[in-house]
């Protein structure tokens, strides 16, 4: 998808997120700290060194400066950026507005 298809800008991160991957059963496989890449008012990439399963739903923790967001998604996309990195891309399924909000209070742009 070229960043004209997308539904929301993208705004550079840098910011650390906590998370817990579910499996196809709905269990817990997984569970640690990534560093976001982006974000956008439709989802976040993150970089990791665990790959994690496209489909895979996701609960986040996402840290701002005086805050803290948590909210659902699901694992959209995964690219191996190196023998340890991964880039994970997240689409938000569950984000309240007052989530948006609150992510708009650190990122501004969000909202455009």
């Given amino acids: 998808m070229s960043s004209q298809d997308r539904k929301s800008a993208r705004l550079e991160t840098d910011q ?3 998370y817990r991957l579910y499996d ?8 640690g700290m990534a560093k976001t890449v982006n974000i956008s008012r439709s989802g976040v990439a993150v970089e990791n060194r665990t790959e ?3 489909g895979s739903k996701i609960e986040l923790t996402i840290a701002l400066s005086e ?3 948590k909210t659902e998604g699901v694992v959209r996309n ?5 023998d340890s990195t991964f880039h994970i ?3 938000f399924s569950s984000i309240s507005e007052n989530e948006i909000n609150q992510l708009a ?3 501004p742009e969000i909202l455009e």
Avoid: A, H, T
């Fill in 78 to 82: 995964v690219d191996q950026k190196d």
């Fill in 16 to 18: 650390f997120i906590s």
């Fill in 105 to 107: 209070e650190e990122y």
């Fill in 89 to 91: 891309g997240i689409e």
């Fill in 67 to 69: 805050d803290l967001v």
């Fill in 24 to 31: 196809s059963e709905d269990r817990i496989c997984d569970e």
């Fill in 52 to 54: 994690f399963e496209v």
